[in-house]
């Protein structure tokens, strides 16, 4: 089957051939009908050799939905030809994380190394997709693949962390989300259809914004020096109940950190590596601040409940697998408008 895989450090990442993958007992076979491509990929990609916590070649893709094409020794609740989307941070099923459906945080899977599709593990950026377990499975229910996939990360993760500050966005509340674009640009949907809260976004350039407020931004802003200055003046110099940053780079969490309001949360989504000092007169008077990932089984099953009632859509730019490359070449570019999704079989 074909694959994209990353094979050398520092390198851009190949198409390549490589033998069908077969489920052992308890596995799930895929035939991968969507794979999308994230920011989190090229972060992989950037790392340099020492510490490199991944084997090489790796194939990228955590981010899946496919039919089920065979199914391993043992496998039940599922047939073959059904349309799923694959839960990605999987863990080990067993200690009390993973007992709650938050494999996002197993307790054991540094331990046990175990990884997920596409970090660490095969991914979905293949004609095929092995399943460890048939609880990393959720049905489709009917969702266009397409549609679906991106929902699987940049769907769950702002999901998780909007969901965790609902109490606070009540009527009267702002949330500002930092950075609108795969995962920013969900984020504003989400707030929308759960919470009455005003949105403000902010992103560097005018046609991010223009996509913030074709999803429903309130307000937008340019995320510049003078950003937190403007959201502090639409806020009446109060700030917001809640700031969602989905780049993580030290200007945007300086930002965040300027704009929140006394007993504000604050969540720093984005993977950029910046850190926000906490301590007494570093921010105001209770503010949180909180580094989520992911999100749980329960809550990816919610994801895709309020896609199937229109609540919230991901815009999307298809490419073939031979094509895949080209499509890091544009997120990397900032050129890729919401997410791109790779079509293996397509």
């Known amino acids: 089957m074909k694959a994209l895989q990353y094979r050398t450090i520092g390198a851009a990442p190949e198409v390549v051939t490589v033998p069908d993958p077969e489920p052992g007992p308890g596995q799930v076979l895929l035939k991968v009908t969507a794979a999308g491509v994230c920011h989190s990929d090229i972060a992989v990609m950037s790392w340099p050799a020492e510490g490199f916590p991944y084997p090489l070649p790796l194939t990228l893709g955590h981010e899946g939905v496919g039919t089920v094409a065979a199914l391993g020794a043992g496998v039940r609740g599922i047939a073959e030809g059904d349309a799923v989307a694959v839960y990605g941070p999987w863990g080990c099923g067993t200690c009390a994380k993973c007992a709650e459906g938050k494999e996002n ?92 809260a005003r949105v403000i976004a902010l992103d560097v350039s005018e046609d991010k914004l223009r996509l913030a407020r074709t999803v429903g931004a309130h307000e937008t802003v340019l995320s510049d020096a003078r950003a937190a200055d403007a959201v502090r003046e639409l806020t009446g110099g109060l700030g917001a109940e809640a700031v969602f940053d989905f780049v993580g780079v030290e200007p945007t969490v300086a930002t965040a950190g300027a704009v929140a309001a006394v007993e504000g949360d604050i969540s720093i989504v984005g993977i950029g590596g910046a850190a926000l000092p906490v301590g007494f007169g570093r921010l105001p008077f209770e503010v949180s601040v909180n580094a989520p990932y992911w999100g749980s089984r329960g809550e990816l099953i919610e994801v895709l409940a309020l896609a199937r009632a229109g609540a919230v859509s991901v815009h999307t730019e298809t490419y073939s697998l031979d094509e895949a490359p080209l499509a890091y070449e544009r997120l990397h570019a900032g050129k890729v408008e919401g997410r791109a999704v790779i079509l293996p079989n397509g």
């Open 105 to 196: 945080y197993c307790l054991r899977a540094e331990e046990l190394n175990i990884r997920p599709p596409g970090l660490g593990a095969p991914g979905s950026m293949a004609e095929y997709l092995l399943v460890d377990d048939v609880r990393h499975l959720v049905p489709l229910a009917g969702l266009d693949p397409v549609a679906a996939v991106p929902l699987t990360d940049a769907g769950l993760t702002p999901y998780h962390a909007i969901k965790r500050s609902l109490v606070k966005l009540v009527p009267g509340s702002t949330a500002v989300v930092i950075g609108t674009g795969g995962l920013g640009h969900v984020a504003i949907q989400l707030l929308r259809a759960l919470t009455p």
